[in-house]
């Protein structure tokens, strides 16, 4: 895999700073981050638990607010929108695979994949939809409700889901973090797949290095600062870099 | 959008449907009382027209006093010699005379037929055959004085047959042969009610008692002559004091009475407990669509990180709410024709006969219960609606199960409103200011209702401390599960709460009231033995009664006690007319001013808040009218203070009787010699027995004339117990999705070992604290609600607090814990163990 240059950034923190309570209880979840996104690439954010990762993924997806700084997607600044332009915003613009409880237990496979156009009230796009669905395999599922599929197939639902709208960028938190290694791989050269094959900017939050093995760059945080970078990573390496935040 | 919450809808349709039950009771009563009103409406309109369908014209004394005895107003009487005035009118094909009076007919075993409520009338036989509403079946009209036609049912009821003889209580005892059997409109009679039916002198000669006379005429029309036209003729010929009307408003008269005296009445009492229902039913729903929208925190954060809007997901929480109200509404409407009937069969059961008749369903009835319960329904939604637009997107990435404190503004509010209540309350018992006697009930519900998720923390703890003593294992888990929310288990305990107020606020009433009553009666009566008729419809006694009872040797005094509506001043007055200068030996009166024995022939006397709200004092001035159109002057000659037994108007009885149409007596007050009241007692039966009326000593009779009373409570009682069923629905649907939320909780204590049966325990015992702590809670708000009410309304009464009865209403609530939780506790005993841990 080669360094391809950075072409644009599809969504950048600038000195990005969220504190949680007040005076003695004051927690600093992130200080002065500045990411960019760069478009069609996988980007994974590692870092150990309270190193503000998942913090930072909710900041750019703008599911959360940030104290200081600014988020950009697409160039809009996060904060200049309204609660519902972030809903359009969410809905048309972004994509996004939680680490579990993704689907809405009462619709089917389809059902659920088609949902951000339903909530917009507009057609889904078939034939991109039917090419989402054939390359994440589920083509024969899709009748399924959730509970009748495996914790794989579900992930795999919600990663269609979450590319069915052909947003800017996808957001996974630890997508694989409740799946067993081999449906874990599937759930990542699906991503992998669809940054190569569709272009699709993805940024990811992992702990795990092989799964930070499949991104075309590793940001580290510590501490809710940017500690490290890291450009085609290999898991050796950053199981490595991983290992001294232990300490 | 739509599609998506009818599909989450369904997939949650067991959760949902428990709602759908409480606004279905909700709506079904509600329909059922409008039913209910819209038939008994249909049926007297029906029957007044049937009464007059052949009847032109009816010529009667112009001057109507209303009573509460009777739709129609107390008239006087016209002469007879007008019948044949009448008929000499060009167009008129017949016209005959008419005495309606009462009358109640013993059956074969002596008794009275139809016991208590129907109407009870004796009058005379109209011989042109569409003039008169009733048909002989069988037999021949009366001849003779002394025969009579009676209706068919009352004929089936007492065993009677043509050719019988028996007693007809007018309300003075005739004997009366039976000479034809007649049918009303095709049916046996008039509902339940009783006719018997002389020639017409036989009327005047027992009913009535005056030769001469009738109540009024009834005329047909000769073909082509029009009612109006008719009446207009009719009404040039008759002198001053007697007036014409046709029959069609003669029949719009009737039905307009009938609804202003008794449906009106009949409707709002109704509708105010369906709309206590209802109320209920909303707390209900409140509480559960918030238990319903708390578990789907995740599920509504999830569809707002993926684009839903705030308004998508508020309207998905209105979708359901509509869906469920739709729903609920459409078995609710269909049940409440099932109501319907049932609520007619509980009042004949309780002894209010109503007219019999199929169901009338007005489409406007329909209408009404849908559009409120399904308004009820969407109005109790709001919160939890509002609550779930609320739901951030970062909520689908915490873990479940986390929930709100208890915020200082619930404290301050509840501490407020408590205060303010109680405050009111007592401000509103010493000033006896009904209104904010009302004001602060409504203050301390609703504190009550903010206040309880604060108070029920401490509870559910105590009820866990007092388990551990006694090893109740159960009990003390219960405890903590009741804690675990105690904002929904207390809102859970809210409807059942309100429920529960209104039934100790009745019963408390009703105890206070009785006790008060009973207490005027015993202590205003120094009369050792009562005559009356027990019955509420009123069977009514002969005046003359007083006078057989004077011949018992060992009576004193016999003084009866009779009366009707007058006018006073122009303003209509029921007043009491009695033997005055006898009265004080019967009944213990203390007189303000003047003295009762010394009236004279045209004095009267008036109680003390008459004589304040009407300016009057020993002297004033009143002119007396009397149905008959007589006006009297009379003085003010004796002012008493407010007794129970009395109207506010006491009228001497030779002043009242000699004006009065078919005077009788409701009760007679009997005074006895030391020693002999038993001997009195036993020879006064038989009289009594001639009258249809019993002998009750006094304490008896203090305790009967309270017995209504109670009646009436066991009828508050039924129509409460609906909001009480639907408040123990609501605990029902609350342990059921906590049972759904705690699948593996419940799955891992069963692979931990719990039984079954253990699993059920927790589940009855969390049941049995959330609903003692609603029915408790709300026995006090009622308690404490009845004593303001009380001591507002009532001056002067005596508080009565029924321990044991609010002992059982603290003892049902428990049980009603216990059956409210046998349905989740065998779902949360049947969860099986493996896939509950497994579940996500």
């Known amino acids: 895999m080669t360094t391809t240059a950075i072409r644009g950034a599809v969504a950048r923190a600038e000195h990005v700073t969220k504190t949680y309570g007040e005076g003695q209880a004051l927690v600093r979840a ?36 940030v104290s200081e700084g600014r988020v950009l997607i697409g160039g809009t600044d996060l904060a200049t929108l309204s609660d519902r332009e972030l809903t359009v915003l969410r809905r048309e613009h972004i994509g996004f695979v939680f680490q579990s409880f993704n689907l809405l237990p009462a619709m089917t496979a389809y059902e659920n994949i088609v949902l951000p156009y339903e909530l917009g009230g507009r057609k889904p796009d078939r034939a991109w939809v039917d090419e989402v669905i054939r390359t994440v395999g589920l083509g024969d599922r899709l009748t399924h409700l959730p509970s009748e599929l495996s914790g794989g197939q579900q992930q795999r639902v919600a990663l269609a889901r ?62 809710g600062r940017i500690v490290d970078r890291m450009e085609d990573p290999d898991p050796q390496l950053v199981l490595d870099r991983m290992k001294q935040f232990g300490g | ?159 009677l047959h043509v050719g019988d003889t028996t007693t007809l209580q007018t309300p003075q005892p005739v004997r009366v042969h039976i000479t034809g059997i007649a049918t009303f409109g095709g049916a046996g009679g008039v509902g339940t009610s009783t006719f018997a039916a002389f020639t017409l002198a036989g009327a005047q000669q027992n009913v009535t008692r005056q030769p001469g006379k009738v109540d009024s005429i009834v005329v047909r029309a000769e073909p082509g002559v029009s009612d109006t036209t008719l009446r207009d003729r009719i009404r040039a010929v008759l002198p001053h004091g007697v007036q014409a009307i046709t029959g069609s408003q003669y029949t719009q008269e009737r039905i307009d009475s009938v609804s202003s005296t008794f449906l009106d009445l009949l409707r709002t009492f109704l509708v105010a407990f369906a709309v206590i229902a209802l109320l209920v039913a909303m707390i209900s729903i409140n509480n559960t669509f918030g238990i319903t929208v708390a578990q789907r925190t995740r599920e509504l954060a999830l569809l707002r990180s993926i684009g839903a809007s705030r308004r998508q997901i508020r309207s998905s929480v209105v979708t359901e709410a509509i869906l469920v109200g739709t729903l609920g509404g459409v078995v609710g409407v269909v049940g409440g024709l099932g109501v319907a009937g049932l609520l007619k069969g509980m009042f004949d059961a309780f002894g209010f006969a ?36 609320g739901v951030t997107p970062m909520e689908a990435l915490r873990s479940a199960g986390e929930q709100r404190q208890i915020g200082r503004g619930r404290r301050l509010t509840a501490l407020a409103l408590v205060a303010s209540g109680l405050a009111l309350g007592f401000v509103a018992a010493t000033t006896a200011t009904v209104a904010l006697a009302a004001a602060a009930g409504l203050l301390l519900v609703v504190g009550a209702l903010v206040a309880a998720p604060i108070a029920f923390r401490p509870v559910a703890r105590a009820a866990s401390a007092l388990a551990r003593p006694f090893g109740r294992l159960s009990l003390s888990m219960a405890g903590q599960n009741a804690r675990r929310n105690p904002r929904r288990s207390a809102s859970t305990a809210g409807a059942l709460l309100v429920g529960v107020a209104l039934v100790s606020l009745f019963t408390l009433l009703t105890a206070s009231l009785r006790a008060t009553l009973d207490n005027e009666v015993r202590s205003g009566l120094t009369a050792d033995l009562v005559v009356s008729n027990p019955s509420f419809g009123g069977g009514r006694l002969s005046p003359d009664l007083a006078d057989d009872a004077l011949r018992i040797p060992g009576v004193r005094t016999a003084v009866a006690l009779g009366g009707g509506p007058l006018e006073l001043n122009g303003t209509r007055s029921i007043v009491s007319a009695v033997d005055t200068s006898r009265l004080t030996s019967v009944m213990s009166l203390t007189t303000v001013s003047g003295s009762m024995s010394s009236l004279g022939r045209d004095g009267i006397a008036v109680s003390k808040g008459e004589a304040q709200t009407r300016g009057w004092h020993p002297g004033s001035r009143v002119d007396l009218t009397f149905p008959g159109g007589a006006s009297v002057p009379t003085t003010v000659r004796a002012v008493y203070d407010n007794a129970q037994l009395l109207q506010d108007t006491v009228v001497p009885q030779q002043l009242y009787d000699s ?41 008896q009779f203090a305790d009967s004339a309270a017995s209504g009373l109670e009646t009436l409570l066991g009828i508050v009682y039924v129509m409460l117990g609906l909001a009480v069923l639907i408040a123990l629905l609501g605990i029902a649907n609350t342990l059921s999705l906590a049972v759904y939320e705690r699948r593996r909780e419940l799955g891992l204590l069963r692979a931990v ?41 009532s001056d002067g009464g005596v508080f009565s607090a029924p321990w044991a009865q609010l002992t059982v209403i603290a003892v049902i609530g428990g049980v009603a814990g216990v059956v409210a939780s046998i349905g989740p506790a065998r779902r949360a005993a049947r969860v099986p163990v493996l896939e509950a841990i497994g579940t996500e």
């Not at chain 1, 992998?192 to 590793?218: E, I, L």
């Not at chain 2, 039913?35 to 409406?41: C, K, S």
């Not at chain 2, 406007?364 to 609550?387: C, D, E, N």
């Open chain 1, 162 to 223: 979450a590319l069915a709208t052909r947003p800017e960028i996808v957001f996974a938190d630890e997508p694989t973090g409740n799946l067993d290694s081999r449906a874990g791989a599937e759930i990542l050269g699906f991503l992998r797949g669809a940054v190569d094959s569709f272009g699709q900017t993805v940024a990811m939050v992992t702990h795990d290095p092989v799964a930070a093995s499949y991104a075309d760059s590793v940001i580290f945080l510590g501490d």
């Open chain 2, 753 to 793: 070992g719990q039984t079954r049966r253990q699993a059920r325990s927790v589940l009855r015992d969390e049941s049995v604290i959330i609903s003692l702590f609603g029915t408790v809670v709300g026995i006090a708000l009622g308690m404490f609600a009845g004593w303001v009410l009380f001591t507002a309304l």
């Open chain 2, 659 to 699: 004006h009065a149409v078919q005077p009788t007596a409701d009760a007679v007050f009997v005074r006895t010699n030391t020693g002999t009241t038993t001997a009195v007692q036993r020879a006064l039966e038989p009289i009594a027995q001639r009258n249809g009326a019993t002998v009750q000593t006094a304490p």
């Open chain 2, 1 to 159: 959008m739509l599609h998506m919450s009818l599909r989450s809808a369904w997939y949650r349709r067991r959760r949902l449907a428990g709602i759908a039950v409480a606004v279905a009771l909700g709506v079904a009563f509600l329909a059922g009382t409008l039913v209910l009103g819209d038939t008994l409406q249909a049926n007297f309109d029906n029957l007044f027209r049937q009464v007059s369908a052949g009847t032109s014209v009816v010529v009667r004394n112009s001057t109507g006093i209303s009573t509460d005895r009777s739709i129609d107003k107390a008239r006087g009487l016209v002469d007879e010699q007008l019948v044949a005035t009448v008929s000499h009118v060009d167009g008129v094909a017949a016209a005959e005379g008419q005495i309606v009076g009462y009358g109640s007919l013993d059956g074969r075993n002596g008794k009275a037929i139809g016991g208590n409520g129907p109407p009870r009338q004796a009058g005379n036989w109209i011989n042109d055959r569409s003039l008169n509403p009733y048909h002989l079946v069988e037999g021949r009209a009366p001849q003779a004085p002394d025969e009579v036609v009676i209706n068919k049912s009352a004929a089936d009821t007492g065993d």
């Open chain 1, 30 to 65: 992130l200080v002065d981050v500045t990411i960019e996104i760069p478009d069609a690439h996988l980007t994974a954010i590692m870092g150990p638990s309270g190193s503000g990762k998942s913090t930072f993924l909710h900041c750019m997806a703008a599911l959360d607010s």
């Open chain 2, 354 to 389: 109503l007219p019999a008749g199929g169901l009338t369903v007005h489409t406007s009835a329909v209408v009404a219960a849908f559009g409120v319960g399904l308004l009820a329904t969407l109005i109790a939604v709001q919160l939890p609606a509002r609550r779930a637009s």
